[in-house]
């Protein structure tokens, strides 16, 4: 698979289909790709990577991309082109200036469960099979790859890539993998349970902004949270009540236009599940106002610029939802 | 040379914090490590090091400055300031430690902050040595020997004890009131720091090479062309700088409570896109200029005023956690080249 | 707050102008008695109710938050009573997710005629958010007052 992504990208700017490539580059360790935009067949050769580690959802680049001139090449995956997708239905990417290649996926890791497993020092990792080795300071070890997947690969929602101008693998279908399990576990909370249990997530939160700067639903020229006449602007969290409003407003913010790609999760230095606030409004949205799927098409409009008459009353939040107080 | 049997570490703890506000790494709720005050049944962390570094206690992401009441005419000005008391803080890796010297160099310069400063002068610090280094470390390319930190006391710890060392006149007198710590000889201490150097000395990032990163190749580090395609996938979220140990800007702002104006000051980021932000503008418009300060700050501004002391300590807390893997070591080695 | 020794809640009130406004207006006119801690805040339709208002409410002292507007299709502006339903219940759903407790929120449709209907809903609210008791989950220390 790594291959045939590096021969494409060399092919594509060999025959000038596009002029740059948006990718993975190779880091110190295997596991720390960075994002970068390959310009040349011999920077791609050199440095390109696709691996189990290229997570990192390459669609908000292209917000920027894609206003610099010229055509850019970007490799998607399937849940990755839900938010290209998105992003394209609220104008924020020149479709004209981006060559999406739809890559297929069946998952991608996550070192932070590989160290939680017992690998410490790793200084490369190699795919074996269905199998990763891990090389140590301290020893080799192997863990399943089924056992290091990212969280939101373990409940993926959909193989199915929506939008593309050429696939490497083959197209995928949608399935229903159970990702609202961990939400309905908390909705069988009581309300004290469920308050005691933010309390001690959101109480790691430093405010340092990456679950914002990732999210490509989070894409304002000007946050709310950085524009001091908006009355909610805070660099940090002085006290438990801000911690709470920067993740309810960030979490309503993206209401309905959140594409459940979990990089908010994944890149979180505390590890706080961010995306069980983000599932929970996908649920109530699906439950409420019918299924909807953020990024699935270009016409359907999102539910909270929509409404129905006979839209439920808000007085139903007293009936839903397991334990009462 | 002190020692004292592992399986009395609740002891000590129980013992200092009697007298001392006692902080040590604990795990969370995720399994990550961060320092919490002791209390009965406090476990101490097997993480190598915590996610938020130890600068927390001298220099807090939140702390307030004064407060102002307005009556008719009169203006009340309110201390405000957190009570500093003695504390002790425990369990502090060599790179962290090293951070406070050059925090000093900036906060305790004339003229001093005093709240950090009271907080220097209350603080005990009480340094672990590493036994176990992680791919990220490069604690040693700056100097640093991860078996031997400094601090008030030193610490090391095997299978069976724990070593305990005073350095300081702190660390005198915090031994005094330990009277449970028993004597002990060096064999036990030297013999985990040979074990130690030998993993050392498979660090992958311990060749990094810092020549060239000093003053007189300010300008040609500059302008380096790499620093564009450095940046490029930068997302400017600051994660860098509140889990660096060294990073020390911070911005003084006001909160409202409705009968009273608290003045606090806050950690910012150089990488948030109105940091320095003036009203004739954004003097580093885009994130290149502010990721290329980043940097030029730790590694050629900072050893150039301060006796080529880095404003880095090599602790690898920004390789684990940058959302896109962009890091000090990457930079090192991409602008090796030019600094020759 | 405390009232000689006893809690009394901070209640705000979005009223949206052409309708509870009224309606609230009509109960005072009317003589109809509502407890003094209902502080009303009036918006132009129900709709620019923004989430941040409700937070921020609950961070300056309020103990309960209600939202009053008109009747849904009757909204003076046609459709804006029917986004700020959807937009409230998911916003409640969110509060209770976090363990807010729901009785501290709510949306009561108040037509223009309805003075008997605002002053019960008040009367009816506090004693609701006074049983609760003050507001601790969200809560600013910073703002508090006693």
Not at chain 2, 130 to 150: L, N, S
Request: charge should be neutral; hydrophobic fraction near 35%.
């Amino acid at each position: 698979m790594q291959q045939g992504l590096k021969e494409k990208a060399i092919q594509l700017l060999k025959d000038g289909t596009v002029d740059r490539v948006l990718g993975w580059k190779t880091g110190e360790f295997f596991y720390d790709l960075t994002p970068a935009v390959f310009r040349t067949p011999e920077e791609v050769e050199k440095d390109f990577v696709f691996s189990v580690f290229s997570g990192a959802n390459l669609s908000k680049y292209l917000i920027a991309e894609s206003r610099k001139g010229g055509k850019v090449a970007a490799f998607l995956k399937p849940c990755d082109t839900y938010s290209f997708q998105q992003l394209l239905k609220e104008h924020r990417i020149l479709r004209e200036n981006v060559y999406v290649v739809g890559v297929q996926c069946d998952g991608t890791c996550d070192i932070e469960k590989i160290k939680a497993a017992g690998c410490e020092g790793v200084t490369a990792v190699r795919e074996e099979g269905e199998s990763l080795v891990a090389e140590t300071l301290y020893g080799e070890k192997t863990i399943a790859k089924k056992d290091a997947l990212l969280e939101r690969c373990t409940v993926c929602k959909s193989h199915k890539l929506v939008v593309f101008d050429e696939l490497i693998g083959e197209q995928g279908e949608e399935q229903d993998a159970g990702r609202f399990a961990e939400v309905e576990k908390l909705e069988k909370m009581t309300p004290e349970e469920r308050y005691g249990f933010w309390r001690g997530e959101l109480s790691r939160c430093i405010r340092c902004n990456a679950c914002r700067n990732v999210c490509p639903a989070c894409s304002c020229e000007k946050c709310i949270f950085d524009n001091p006449d908006s009355g909610a602007r805070n660099k940090a969290a002085a006290d438990s009540f801000e911690e709470n409003m920067f993740h309810i407003i960030r979490a309503f913010h993206v209401a309905a236009r959140c594409t459940d790609c979990g990089e908010c999760s994944r890149v979180c230095p505390q590890h706080i599940p961010l995306h069980l606030l983000n599932r929970k409004f996908i649920k109530d949205i699906d439950e409420l106002y019918g299924e909807y799927q953020a990024g699935a098409d270009m016409d359907t409009k999102p539910p909270l610029m929509d409404f129905d008459k006979g839209d439920c009353e808000p007085s139903v939040v007293y009936k839903r939802g397991g334990e009462k107080a | 040379m002190k020692q004292l049997p592992l399986s009395r570490l609740n002891d000590l703890f129980a013992a200092i914090s009697a007298a001392r506000k006692l902080y040590i790494p604990a795990d969370d709720a995720a399994g990550q490590a961060r320092f919490t005050v002791w209390q009965e049944g406090t476990a101490l962390s097997k993480n190598l090091n915590t996610v938020r570094s130890a600068k927390d206690l001298f220099f807090p992401q939140v702390e307030n400055l004064v407060g102002f009441k307005v009556t008719g005419k009169q203006i009340e000005l309110i201390e405000s300031r957190d009570p500093s008391e003695p504390f002790v803080l425990f369990g502090v890796r060599a790179c962290d430690c090293r951070s406070f010297d050059i925090l000093d160099k900036v906060f305790l310069a004339e003229p001093a902050d005093t709240y950090y400063k009271s907080r220097r002068e209350n603080g005990a610090v009480v340094t672990m040595a590493c036994t176990r280094p992680a791919e990220t470390c490069f604690c040693t390319v700056f100097g640093i020997d991860p078996t031997d930190p400094a601090g008030d006391v030193t610490c090391w710890q095997d299978e069976k004890n724990l070593y305990w060392r005073a350095n300081t006149a702190k660390g005198e007198a915090l031994t005094e009131m330990l009277p449970l710590l028993g004597d002990a000889g060096e064999e036990a201490v030297k013999t985990q720091q040979a074990e130690t150097r030998k993993i050392l000395g498979r660090l992958p990032l311990k060749d990094l090479d810092l020549r060239g990163f000093d003053g007189e190749h300010m300008m040609e580090l500059f302008k380096s062309p790499k620093w564009a395609s450095l940046s490029e996938s930068c997302l400017g979220c600051g994660t860098c700088t509140f889990v660096c140990p060294t990073c020390q800007c911070y911005d003084i702002e006001e909160f409202n409570t409705g009968s009273e104006v608290k003045r606090f000051r806050c950690w910012d980021s150089c990488m948030y896109s109105d940091f320095t932000k003036m009203s004739a503008g954004q003097p580093r418009p885009t994130q290149l200029e502010r990721f290329r300060q980043r940097f030029m700050h730790k590694l050629v501004y900072f050893p150039a005023n301060n006796d080529g002391v880095y404003g880095c300590v090599g602790c690898g807390r920004c390789l684990q956690k940058c959302p896109i893997h962009m890091n000090i070591a990457k930079v090192i080695k991409t602008l090796g080249e030019d600094a020759k | 707050m405390q009232v000689n020794g006893e809690f009394q809640p901070t209640i705000v009130a979005f009223c949206c102008n052409w309708c509870s406004y009224a309606g609230a207006d009509l109960s005072g006119t009317n003589r109809l008695q509502y407890p003094a801690n209902v502080k009303i805040i009036r918006i132009p339709c129900s709709c620019r109710l923004n989430p941040l208002f409700i937070l921020r409410a609950f961070q300056r002292g309020a103990d309960g938050v209600i939202l009053c507007g008109c009747h849904p299709g009757d909204c003076h502006y046609t459709t804006g009573n029917y986004y700020a339903r959807r937009r409230m219940t998911l916003l409640f759903s969110m509060l209770d997710y976090l363990g807010i407790e729901k009785e501290r929120t709510r949306v009561e449709w108040v037509s223009a005629a309805e003075g008997g209907k605002f002053a019960a809903t008040m009367n009816e609210f506090v004693q609701t958010v006074t049983k609760l008791g003050p507001n601790r989950r969200l809560e600013d220390l910073r703002c508090s007052k006693d």
